[in-house]
C-alpha cells in the first residue's frame, strides 16, 4: 500500500490542524493505521493508532484528549485532527499502515509509511 500525508503546517500554540493520509494500491480497509511523529534529534515515537473498521483507538498520553485519529474507508484515508497544539508538537508527522496485529504502538510492526509532513507550532 501506498501512502500520502498532507496538511502540515506552521500554527501558533493552542491552535489547530488536520492532517490527512491518502492510500492506495491495496485495500485500505484490511490495515491497521497509525500516525507516529519525529521531533529533530529524537527518535521517531507513537502518536495514535486507529483500528481497521474505525471503531477503535489508542493515543500516546501526550496526545490524548487534545488529538483525535479517524479514517473513512470509502475514502481511502486516515485523518488526525490535532487541537489546543503545543511547540512540543512540533515534528514530522508520519502515517504508517500494517497488515497484521491489532492497535500496534511499536514502529517496527508497521510495514509501510507514508513520506511524512512536517508541524511546526510556534509559542
Known amino acids: 500500500v501506498q501512502l500520502q500525508a498532507s496538511g502540515g503546517g506552521s500554527v501558533q500554540a493552542g491552535g489547530s490542524l488536520r492532517l490527512s493520509c491518502a492510500a492506495s494500491?491495496?485495500?485500505?480497509?484490511?490495515?491497521?493505521m497509525a500516525w507516529f511523529r519525529q521531533a529533530p534529534g529524537k527518535e521517531r515515537e507513537f502518536v495514535a493508532t486507529i483500528c481497521r473498521s474505525g471503531g477503535t483507538t489508542s493515543y500516546a498520553d501526550s496526545v490524548k484528549g487534545r488529538f483525535t485519529i479517524s479514517r473513512d474507508n470509502a475514502k481511502n484515508t486516515v485523518y488526525l485532527q490535532m487541537n489546543s497544539l503545543e511547540a512540543e508538537d512540533t515534528a514530522v508527522y508520519y502515517c504508517?499502515?500494517?497488515?497484521?496485529?491489532?492497535?500496534?504502538?511499536?514502529?517496527?510492526?508497521?510495514?509501510?509509511w507514508g513520506q511524512g509532513t512536517l508541524v511546526t507550532v510556534s509559542s
Open positions: 494500491g491495496r485495500t485500505f480497509s484490511d490495515y491497521l
Open positions: 504508517a499502515a500494517e497488515r497484521n496485529g491489532y492497535l500496534s504502538r511499536a514502529r517496527v510492526e508497521y510495514d509501510y
